[in-house]
């Protein structure tokens, strides 16, 4: 989806509701900003330099904030899509943004203008690419670990990363599709752009795999023991810490608000062994272990997932830890 379409959509919904006049001018400057949307609305003028994209989700707003930096005098965030509490925290920074189906914030002077009338706008979901499918996911995930083993036999790979033999190379295929495969021989690979595909796969993780490996909600039946955390005996090579405990563990930085378990438990046997109670409202959020290889560390879930876990979260303490899990875990290998 182009800038050029995104803005399209959201000009021609803006204008239905004729309150204000809205146009848009191209840049054509190399490290400019996309445009500048100039709204013309009771006798005023305002100009405001653009950046344009698909999505805004909440590994971003770190980012957002930065770019917000660099342009003290103002700039307009435009998305086709963007995530309820993206919207949230960007009213909160009073970063300006609108939706291509018309929602709009705009705080400038003594004019304040807030629209949100709109549902969200679908994003089309990714066709024919089987690696960012629930499979594709999972060996992609292996491949971002364990690199080297792109280049094994199809058989070895769809057993280490539980895939089936026909789909190896039709994932293989589409990380290649997407620029992420670069063919140094006739039959050796190496990835390449690993940060934007470990971002990539960790926003296609938050919507399609997670939510099928959600086991349950739970709470503590005593609530002091969530306090305790960290003496919870999780079952050695059976249960593993994810999300805010484990960033915990890695970083010293987080003081967890929610416990993420990774697990091959069953749902009674997690209950009995740790006192806990269903509880959709609970602290407590357990998932299916969807990896098979782990590094030494057994009741650490991977630093890749655990990025991809914060990174979800949209929480500001998190999206820091992220970033230290980040650099200190995984820039050097990625």
Sequence with gaps: MNTDKIIGLAL???????LFKVEWQHHREPGALDGTI???????KIELPADVRKELRASQLLQLEKIAKEHKNGFM???????????????????????????????????FLWLDHSKPLKLDKESGNRAFTKTGLRAVFHFLR????????????GEKTGTALGNVPNILKGLKAEGFLLQLSQKEYRLQHKKELLDKWA????????????????????????????????ESGRSWWGGEPAADLYTNYLKPEKLSIYTLESRSELMKNYRLVPDPKGNVLIY??????DEGITKLAPPLLVYADLMSTGDRRCLE????????LLQDKL
């Design 12 to 18: 021609e919904n803006l204008g239905k509701l004729d």
């Design 38 to 44: 100039h709204f013309h609305y009771n006798g005023q």
């Design 77 to 111: 965030m435009v998305a086709y899509r963007i995530e309820p509490k993206v919207k949230e925290e960007l009213r909160r920074l009073d970063i300006p943004y609108l939706e291509s189906n018309g929602n709009l914030f705009l705080h400038k002077g003594k004019l």
């Design 146 to 157: 364990y690199e080297d083993d792109i280049n094994l036999p199809y058989r070895t790979v």
């Design 203 to 234: 926003a296609a993780y938050k919507q399609d795999l997670k939510p099928s490996l959600h086991i349950g909600t739970f709470r503590f039946l005593k609530p002091e023991d969530f306090h305790a955390w960290k003496q919870l005996p999780l």
């Design 288 to 293: 299916e272990k969807f990896w098979n290889e």
């Design 321 to 328: 830890t992220a970033e230290k899990i980040y650099h200190e």
